[in-house]
Structure formats: structure tokens, C-alpha cells
């Protein structure tokens, strides 16, 4: 039996490349309010469960934690469009960080702020250089529609800018980004940047971090920067602030956190975490370019460079899994979570391949490296019999990372387990979630069909989501589900009590 914790119509997600799918389940209109806790509902027993997540231990303060019925579910809304790519959100939504309110977009609707995000990637070999621009959008009250143009859309506060120009280049295969806002009195408020790509090797080996000021027409980019001691593939995926109370008692008041999940376990097997500052002095100072700024990991899973050590991973974790955006929440009441979104891996089987025409049950490995590598397992990592190892016939031409079957999830840690691996008291693999919601059917699904051949379709959608924020001040959440309209993203919101 699957245990779907359904949130009052609740919550969040993440994304690798610009994925999702069209999925037939129940709409999220037609999900009752009242619903919050456990629903049951029979399916394969040999997918993997959330309960198989959850961390075996009980934590020892689950009152300071913020549980799965906390999140209300409030509706969605669209984005609206400035033209041709790049300048457009059709394939984009990569990254996203909530701006806080100011005169220019304070409303009396009780979503005040605004949203900076990522519209189209850039495409690699000289095709879109000039990709992943960002631009700065208002948030309409959000509407609970079955139908997507029945959404409010949001308006431009700051049209698309291309704030990174002469950045991070050469990183254009499939980049991977994350955003944060953060103002504090040493700098002012800024916005820091993460910036990977799908391959990070020789020529592609450089700096991952930077930062940029609100104001896109002059943003005055700093940066590039290394992180020390750590792989790309674990530090340049997504990032988020980090309490500045807890930032202090345990990383030497780091107030950024920086991470990646790179699938088939080259990052770690699970989401990794690290705290950061790129400042150097009490004035702000960004550090040199180039520089190695020091990083304290809080969480980090054994890598599959290392060997396949599945006791050093994630519980039921998937070569195919994706973790693609985080946040570390924290409510008026004093509760706090630091939660990963994106589109886990539930399937009987796990492959290195294509999906089969044949059917989602059916792996379709590619048979080149089958002797290279473990190419397929079951939900139990035990490997797939010698009869599945045989590839498929008239599969189209993605190769990557599948599985029979994909849901979104949030995973829940505890920040209380970070602390402690911070202090040096846990192993950085150690962690585990306290819980997992399974919010699958509160999306669109692409609704539209767009780039089934790459993004999987039914229940083998790759991709549901872009990126997560979250407004601290009055505990709202926005996730960006990719693919709901057309090639563009939507953004779902929820509300946490107590703010």
C-alpha cells in the first residue's frame, strides 16, 4: 500500500533539467481540503513506499518539528512571457528565490514580495549562450483551478536580464542553478548564484558560486568562486539561506547553503548541503576570483565514485532520483524543517537506458555498458535478472537514469541531525527524513504533452519541478511545477500556520 500524506492539497517540489509529465491522476482541484492525513491506495508492492524513507530512529524533539498537515494548499498561478527565447519562461524555471517586500511590490493581498526567476536554459555548442536569464515578478493571489488558464498570471516587476554575461561560461549542457536572497549588514541585500552543468569535467572544472545586487539592470556581478574541498556535482544545484540564529550556535554564522543531486549517485546518493559565506571582512568584501571559500558539511551522502555503498545512502534511494531545489523552514511557534523537493524514484525497477515503448514495467538498458557497470536494479538494489539486461528495440534517443515509476515528494530532515553533523557528533551520510510527502497528485502534469520523448510520460515523467521559495516572514511556500502551461512553468503556494 502507498501512504500518500496528501497536505491539506500540500506542497513542494524540484527538477534536473527542464522536465515533467503528463500524468493522469486525480486534478488538483479535485482534491477535497479536508483531506489531509493518510489516504491509502493500492499499488505495486515492490515500489518503494515513503515510510521506507523515514529515518528508523524517532526524533528526540518532534514538537519542534514542522509536520506533513502543517502545509495548506492556497492555488497557483502563471508567468507571463517577454517574447522569444531566451527572454521567456517557456523552458525555464531552473531557479527561484523570493524577494522580500518593498513599496514597488508590497500589496494588501496577502502575498506581498516578489519572485526572481530563471527563464530559458542555455543550450550548449554556441546554440544559446546567452541563456538563463532572470527576471523579477509580482505574485497574484493564487487561484485553485483544474484548468491552467484558469490561474491568474503574475506581472513583470523587472523584465528578463541576462545578469551573469561573460559568467560561468562553457557551462551550457544542461546547467544546473540555484538563487538565494539574502540581505544582511555586511553586504545589503543580494541575491548569490550557484551555477553547475550536467558534465563537470576537464574543461568544464570551474567555479560554481557568485552573486549579483536585486537591481538587473546593473546588477554588478561578483564571483566566480570555488567551494573547498567538495565535487561540483555536490554544490551547485540549489541553494537557500540558512537561519541566522542557527547559522551562528553551529556554522560560524554561515547564512548560505549550497547543494546538488546529480543523478546515478555522482553527487552522493541522496541531496548533500553545505554551509557557506563568500564575504570576507565586516564590509562586505566579496573574496577574490577564483578564491576557495570555505564550506561545512551538513549533509552529505556516499558517492557511487566511491562504490555503491547503499548503506551510506539515502534509505530507498535510486540512481534515477532528482533533487533539485531546497529550503530551510522555520515558523513563528519556534518548529523548523529543512525540506528537498524533486521527483523520486518509486519504481520496481531502476535502469541506465531509454524507456521501453513496450511498457513502464519493462527496463531498456543501454547494453554497452552492461558490463561496465550495474545497469539495472530493483527497488531493493539487488540487480535485475540476466533476461532485463538485453536492452529493447524502437526506443527514441534519451538516454539516462529510469525508472517504472516517478512521484514527487518532500523529504523532511530534521535541522536538529544537521547540527550535529556539524559539530562533528554525526557522519555527514548519517541524517535521514523524519518524513515524506507524497504530493504527486496536486500538479497539471503537462497537460499538454510537451516533449514526451524526452520528459516520460504517465507514470514515467521525469522532472516535475524547477525550484522552491519561501517568504519566511509570512510562511508562504511557491514551487515551481514545470510544464503545466505549454513549456512554461506554473507556481504553486502553500501557507505554514503560525506566521
Known amino acids: 500500500?502507498?501512504?500518500?500524506?496528501?497536505?491539506?492539497?500540500?506542497?513542494?517540489?524540484?527538477?534536473?533539467?527542464?522536465?515533467?509529465?503528463?500524468?493522469?491522476?486525480?486534478?488538483?482541484?479535485?482534491?477535497?481540503?479536508?483531506?489531509?492525513?493518510?489516504?491509502?491506495?493500492?499499488?505495486?508492492?515492490?515500489?518503494?513506499?515513503?515510510?521506507?524513507?523515514?529515518?528508523?530512529?524517532?526524533?528526540?524533539n518532534p514538537s519542534a518539528l514542522i509536520q506533513p498537515d502543517d502545509f495548506i494548499y492556497m492555488g497557483a498561478f502563471r508567468l507571463p512571457d517577454d517574447g522569444d527565447r531566451p527572454r521567456t519562461f517557456e523552458y525555464g524555471g531552473n531557479a527561484m528565490t523570493y524577494f522580500p517586500s518593498d513599496i514597488s511590490t508590497d500589496t494588501q493581498d496577502g502575498f506581498p514580495g516578489s519572485l526572481f526567476i530563471m527563464g530559458h536554459d542555455r543550450l550548449a555548442y554556441g546554440e544559446m549562450p546567452d541563456g538563463n536569464q532572470i527576471a523579477e515578478v509580482s505574485i497574484p493571489?493564487?487561484?485553485?483551478?483544474?484548468?491552467?488558464?484558469?490561474?491568474?498570471?503574475?506581472e513583470f516587476i523587472q523584465p528578463f536580464s541576462n545578469v551573469t554575461k561573460g559568467m560561468f561560461t562553457g557551462l551550457d549542457e544542461i546547467p544546473r542553478v540555484?538563487?538565494?536572497?539574502?540581505?544582511?549588514?555586511?553586504?545589503?541585500?543580494?541575491?548569490?548564484?550557484?551555477?553547475?552543468?550536467?558534465?563537470?569535467?576537464?574543461?568544464?572544472?570551474?567555479?560554481s558560486h557568485g552573486w549579483f545586487e536585486t537591481d538587473l539592470s546593473s546588477p554588478n556581478p561578483a564571483g566566480e568562486w570555488w567551494i573547498e574541498n567538495t565535487s561540483l556535482y555536490s554544490v551547485n544545484g540549489y541553494m537557500f539561506t540558512i537561519p541566522e540564529n542557527w547559522a551562528?550556535?553551529?556554522?560560524?554564522?554561515?547564512?548560505?547553503?549550497?547543494?546538488?543531486?546529480?543523478?546515478?549517485?555522482?553527487?552522493?546518493?541522496?541531496?548533500?548541503?553545505?554551509?557557506?559565506?563568500?564575504?570576507v571582512d565586516d564590509d562586505g568584501t566579496p573574496a577574490k576570483n577564483g578564491a576557495s571559500l570555505q564550506a561545512v558539511p551538513l549533509l552529505q551522502y556516499s558517492d557511487s565514485y566511491s562504490g555503491e555503498n547503499f548503506s551510506q545512502a539515502l534509505n530507498g534511494y535510486s540512481h534515477a532520483d532528482e533533487w533539485g531545489?531546497?529550503?530551510?523552514?522555520?515558523?513563528?511557534?519556534?518548529?523548523?524543517?529543512?525540506?528537498?523537493?524533486?521527483?523520486?524514484?518509486?519504481?520496481?525497477?531502476?535502469?541506465?537506458?531509454?524507456?521501453?515503448p513496450a511498457g513502464a514495467e519493462y527496463p531498456c538498458i543501454e547494453t554497452a555498458f552492461r558490463d561496465e557497470f550495474i545497469t539495472c536494479r530493483n527497488a531493493d538494489h539487488t540487480p535485475c535478472t540476466s533476461e532485463e539486461l538485453e536492452g529493447c528495440s524502437n526506443h527514441n534517443d534519451y538516454r539516462g537514469w529510469w525508472s517504472s515509476e516517478f512521484r514527487a515528494w518532500i523529504l523532511l530532515y530534521n535541522?536538529?541531525?544537521?547540527?550535529?553533523?556539524?559539530?562533528?557528533?554525526?557522519?555527514?551520510?548519517?541524517?535521514?527524513?523524519?518524513?515524506?510527502?507524497?504530493?504527486?497528485?496536486?500538479?497539471?502534469?503537462?497537460?499538454?504533452?510537451?516533449?514526451?520523448?524526452?520528459?516520460?510520460?504517465?507514470?514515467q515523467q521525469l522532472g516535475l519541478i524547477g525550484d522552491i521559495a519561501y517568504d519566511r516572514e509570512h510562511g508562504l511556500i511557491y514551487v515551481l511545477e514545470l510544464f503545466a502551461e505549454g513549456a512554461k512553468p506554473v507556481v504553486h503556494v502553500w501557507q505554514l500556520p503560525a506566521n
Open 415 to 459: 535541522p536538529d541531525d544537521l547540527a550535529q553533523v556539524a559539530l562533528g557528533e554525526l557522519e555527514p551520510w548519517q541524517p535521514q527524513p523524519y518524513a515524506v510527502l507524497d504530493i504527486d497528485d496536486l500538479f497539471f502534469h503537462n497537460p499538454e504533452a510537451v516533449e514526451e520523448g524526452m520528459l516520460g510520460a504517465g507514470v
Open 178 to 207: 540555484g538563487l538565494a536572497y539574502l540581505d544582511t549588514p555586511q553586504t545589503g541585500p543580494l541575491v548569490h548564484i550557484s551555477w553547475g552543468a550536467h558534465f563537470q569535467e576537464e574543461e568544464s572544472n570551474k567555479p
Open 1 to 60: 500500500m502507498r501512504i500518500k500524506i496528501l497536505l491539506l492539497l500540500s506542497v513542494s517540489l524540484l527538477i534536473t533539467t527542464s522536465c515533467t509529465f503528463p500524468f493522469t491522476a486525480d486534478n488538483p482541484a479535485e482534491i477535497e481540503e479536508s483531506s489531509i492525513i493518510s489516504e491509502t491506495e493500492t499499488t505495486t508492492e515492490e515500489n518503494i513506499q515513503p515510510e521506507e524513507i523515514i529515518a528508523t530512529h524517532a526524533p528526540i
Open 248 to 279: 551562528t550556535s553551529f556554522v560560524n554564522g554561515m547564512q548560505l547553503a549550497t547543494g546538488r543531486y546529480r543523478d546515478g549517485g555522482w553527487s552522493g546518493m541522496g541531496p548533500s548541503l553545505y554551509a557557506y559565506q563568500p564575504w
Open 325 to 356: 531545489g531546497g529550503e530551510w523552514l522555520t515558523i513563528s511557534d519556534g518548529r523548523s524543517a529543512v525540506i528537498f523537493v524533486g521527483t523520486k524514484a518509486t519504481g520496481e525497477k531502476t535502469w541506465y537506458g531509454w524507456r521501453n
Open 141 to 154: 493571489s493564487p487561484v485553485k483551478s483544474e484548468d491552467v488558464y484558469g490561474l491568474p498570471v503574475a
